[in-house]
């Protein structure tokens, strides 16, 4: 049997899930939307949104994209967010970062409505998320590793796992959903940072390790234990002279060297990558639903 945990296979299957909650929701005359705002012309931004839209438009959620130039400014947008907060048609908003560096990015997040941040970065869900209040959104990253370890059956209940990166948009909310008292929860977490002494040896007890600091395959072989689960978050572009444009893409985990002796393992692409967007449309239509109890 492969070790290998297919996230593109179990998106699709939460996106089958998705699809007929969709389907129910516009039985009774309700139509989910979703409102993408892109500021400036960031390339990765533009592909990601462009893949958000087209499943939103393949499972029935009707989305509309804001495009504002780079010089937008932090009221102009902000004017923006409060007219899509009153649109009743909207019931989720994301606002893609990174956002130019003129705009504050916390203000931005602050000011979408709780009940349509399917991207559950408004403190209100932040709050939430800590305080194992399920009422709130999670970002959509996390919950994603954290459904791909429920469906491929990882035990997480007492579980050692090593979190790698202290990120507002993966690693804090990952350590709060691990570290809950709660099921498919109960985990030992540790959160390791630039400031971490000694990496590899955390590593090394983990039987989860999820890498999310964006350095290009900083987990060796020799940071993981034999049989120990790994979940690769990162995106990073690296140079090769053998890729048509000279560059490809990688994760933080050296994957060719690590599959061999992991018990599980995220390919990337292919694994966590395809759950954000699986997660970004679960929130969505839970935002649709609750709008519409
Ligand atoms: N940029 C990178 N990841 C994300 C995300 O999950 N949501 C938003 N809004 N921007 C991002």
């Known amino acids: 049997m492969t070790n290998l945990i297919d996230g593109r296979a179990i998106a699709e299957q939460i996106h089958a899930e998705t699809a007929q909650r969709i389907a129910v929701l516009k039985v009774r005359g309700v ?3 979703l409102a993408f705002v892109r500021v400036g012309e960031d390339p990765a931004s533009r592909v990601y949104v462009g893949m958000k839209e ?27 967010i409060a007219k899509l907060n009153a ?7 994301l606002v893609q970062a990174p956002l130019p560096a003129h705009i504050d990015q916390a203000t931005i997040f602050s000011a979408v409505s709780p009940a349509k941040d399917v991207d559950g970065f408004h ?22 590793v954290h459904e791909l370890l429920i469906r491929s059956g990882v035990k997480i209940a007492g579980a050692e796992v ?9 690693g804090k909310p990952m350590t709060a959903i691990l570290c809950q008292k709660a099921k498919h929860a109960d985990a030992t ?51 090769d002279p ?44 839970r935002a649709a639903e609750a709008a519409n109890q």
């Open 123 to 144: 403190p209100v869900n932040v709050g939430k998320l800590m305080l194992g209040d399920t009422t709130g959104f999670i970002p959509c990253t996390p919950a994603g």
């Open 189 to 239: 977490v540790t959160l390791c940072h630039s400031r971490t002494r000694d990496v590899a040896a955390h590593c090394r007890r983990a039987d989860i390790i999820v890498a999310a600091l964006g350095v290009a395959h900083f987990v060796k072989v020799d940071m993981v234990r034999p049989g120990a689960v790994v979940m690769d978050v990162g995106v990073n572009r690296i140079a």
């Open 31 to 33: 139509q989910a939307g």
């Open 162 to 170: 090593v979190v790698l990166g202290r990120g507002n948009i993966v």
């Open 87 to 93: 649109d009743a048609s909207v019931h989720g908003i």
């Open 242 to 285: 053998t890729a048509k444009n000279g560059s490809r893409l990688v994760g933080d985990v050296d994957f060719a060297a690590i599959q061999p002796i992991a018990g599980r393992i995220t390919p990337n692409p292919g694994g966590v990558g395809p759950m954000t967007i699986a997660m970004l449309m679960q929130n969505t239509v």
């Open 54 to 80: 087209k499943t939103s438009e393949r499972l029935g959620i009707k989305s509309t994209t804001a495009v504002l130039p780079e010089a937008t400014t932090q009221a102009e947008l902000l004017a923006l």
